[in-house]
Nanobody, 125 residues
Framework: QVRLVESGGGLVQAGGSLRLSCAAS????????MGWFRQAPGKEREFVAA????????YHADSVKGRFTISRDNLKNTVYLQMNSLKPEDTANYYC??????????????????WGQGTQVTVSS
């Protein structure tokens, strides 16, 4: 079992920044691919960013590219999502995910077998 606990969400004005953290425990491993998804009210859950466990390579959705940055600290078993230049459309519940199946980057929801409870991000205009 892998337990994922997100933190760092909150209310911020448009143009502001937040940093989300995701602490992994249990069978946490630096070899696992990890990432972030988000879900806004009435919308499908969507991919935000991923980081591989093997090389540390990253991939970001077009909607956040240039504004958000995913990173990981393997010694702390923690993944981060630095969010800059936030927009009202970034408002959503953000979920940390981990895959014990693959170590490379993937945007497919089904590959991630562990999900956190989510942390709410609200961006006011």
């Amino acid at each position: 079992q892998v337990r994922l606990v997100e933190s760092g969400g909150g209310l911020v004005q448009a143009g502001g920044s937040l940093r989300l953290s995701c602490a992994a425990s249990g069978r946490a491993s630096s070899a696992y691919a990890m990432g972030w998804f988000r879900q806004a009210p009435g919308k499908e859950r969507e991919f935000v960013a991923a980081i591989s466990g093997s090389t540390g390579s990253t991939y970001h959705a077009d909607s956040v590219k240039g504004r958000f940055t995913i990173s990981r600290d393997n010694l702390k078993n923690t993944v981060y999502l630095q969010m800059n230049s936030l927009k009202p459309e970034d408002t959503a519940n953000y979920y940390c995910v981990a895959s014990t199946v693959v170590s490379g980057i993937t945007i497919k929801r089904g590959v991630y077998d562990y999900w956190g409870q989510g942390t709410q991000v609200t961006v006011s205009s």
